[in-house]
């Protein structure tokens, strides 16, 4: 992985919400992800894990730090130009879905395309549709999908641009075990095979064990990380972090 381009990297990020008594989501943060990673990201209730995933995706502005994605530092400020460069550069799948319901599967996968202006290439995403096993439901709406094949479908939507990081919220939260195993192995697949570089907020240390690596947020830092993990393992730093979390909050 050290010869890989970098596809994130974070350098001393904070977030802060509210003026009076602020509440710090994240404190001083640096990561680096390298292309063709999957990377998920645990923590306890609070930890900053979805605060740390909306500010590297350019949902939300940190406070303090800087960011690249793709070796690029994203605009601030200018709605227009941060619009533009998410659509340019990031994918990102969120627990909901987000599929337009009037679109069939394929008109929702190339909706972002169209509108950024790009060029649309049916074939490439029929390719896609079929590798993720969604070609016999192509020109449904997503109605008449499953709540795995609607999230699937949110997938290839965000891979077919080949955005440099796909940042995936929660993917499997809303689904039952057969579907959410079906997006792990989509998630996966889309690192092994097409190099995509991914990165998941999760609770779950079954979802987390499909990742490279586990990075694990307490209190807005990164306080430890996990290569190769499995399940158990992660379920156990999980409630090692939990109960910390719960004796400092008990002090509080």
Known sequence: MAGRAEALR????????GEVNPVEALRGVSLVLRSGSFTAVMGPSGSGKSTL?????GLDEPSEGRIYVGGVEPPRGN??????FRREHIGFVFQQYNLIPYLTVTQNVLLPLLF????VDRAACADLLNRLGLAPVADRLPQALSGGQQQRAAIARALLARPAVLFADEPTGALDTT?????????????DAFGQTVVMVTHDPVAAAC???VVFLADGMIVDSMTGPTAE???QRMTHLSDAAAKTGARA
């Not at 974070?10 to 919400?17: E, F, G, H």
């Not at 995933?53 to 995706?57: G, I, M, T």
């Not at 579907?179 to 690192?191: E, F, I, K, T, Y």
């Open 10 to 17: 974070l350098v001393a990020v904070s977030k802060r919400y």
């Open 53 to 57: 995933l909306q500010c590297a995706a």
């Open 79 to 84: 709605e227009n130009q941060v619009t533009e």
């Open 116 to 119: 950024a202006g790009r060029t």
């Open 179 to 191: 579907s959410g195993r079906q997006v792990l192995l989509m998630l996966r697949q889309a690192v």
């Open 211 to 213: 990742a490279d690596t």
């Open 233 to 235: 393992a992660i379920a």
